[in-house]
């Protein structure tokens, strides 16, 4: 079957560096999507990887590795507007969307 | 989670003709649907918000007479892409949310007009 697995839950403090990963097993793969979402919100986009390696936007950074079915999500320099559910997301060899569960991130002051 | 089914997955129609895309919510009642369109490469485009029973929302830039959205019921919005162009070849997903809650995906909807 197909599966993507990312942490339930995280907490990081105020200015610090948080990691979030996200392995997935899926039946061919055509690029892997984070999103940000706030509760009650839409997701919004914040990186897709298609090739292996780190892609930088400021203060985030997503990194791929398409060999060991793996990703994460960097984000630097923490702020209390970080608090927020990150989605991870495939596209598979179908072009359906395979989506993670989310991860909760807590940011304490 | 919870359970949102997007129906078909994968659609390829002619020119001109129409196309309808399901989403439901399995287990529980959305109260708010968001379709969005997703080219490659690029970021989910929000395309409109639905509520049941009223009319959908749509967001600058998207044609709501070419793109006609249903939510009749708490468990099924429809969108239907009015005579389809090639343009129109996307990948369109929708999500679902029973209140102030997070919003659960469907599995996505792969377009093609031929």
């Known amino acids: 079957g197909q599966n993507i697995d990312q942490p339930t839950e995280m907490t990081a403090t105020e200015g610090a560096i948080v990691q979030i990963n996200c392995t997935y097993q899926?039946?061919?793969?055509?690029?892997l999507f984070w999103y940000q979402q706030h509760a009650g919100e839409a997701p919004t986009f914040l990186s897709y990887n298609v090739l292996d390696g780190l892609e930088e936007k400021g203060r985030f950074s997503s990194f791929l590795s398409r060999s060991k079915g793996y990703s994460y999500l960097l984000l630097k320099e923490l702020q209390m507007k970080d608090s927020a559910s990150y989605l991870c997301a495939v596209i598979d060899s179908n072009y359906q969307l395979i989506w993670g569960a989310g991860t909760k991130l807590i940011i304490k002051p | 989670g919870a359970v949102v089914s997007q129906h078909p997955s994968w659609v390829i129609c002619k020119s001109g003709t129409s196309v309808k895309i399901e989403c439901r919510s399995l287990?529980?009642?959305?109260?708010?649907m968001f379709w969005y369109r997703q080219f490659p490469k690029q970021s989910l485009m929000l395309m409109a918000t639905s509520n049941e029973g009223s009319k959908a929302t749509y967001e600058q830039g998207v044609e709501k007479d070419k793109f006609l959205i249903n939510h009749a019921s708490l468990t099924l919005s429809t969108l239907t892409v009015t005579s389809a162009h090639p343009e129109d070849s996307s990948f369109y997903i929708c999500?679902?949310?029973?209140?102030?809650?997070?919003?659960?995906f469907g599995q996505g909807t792969r377009l093609t007009v031929v």
């Open positions: 287990d529980f009642q959305a109260t708010t």
């Open positions: 999500s679902a949310r029973a209140g102030e809650t997070e919003a659960f």
């Open positions: 899926t039946s061919g793969f055509n690029g």
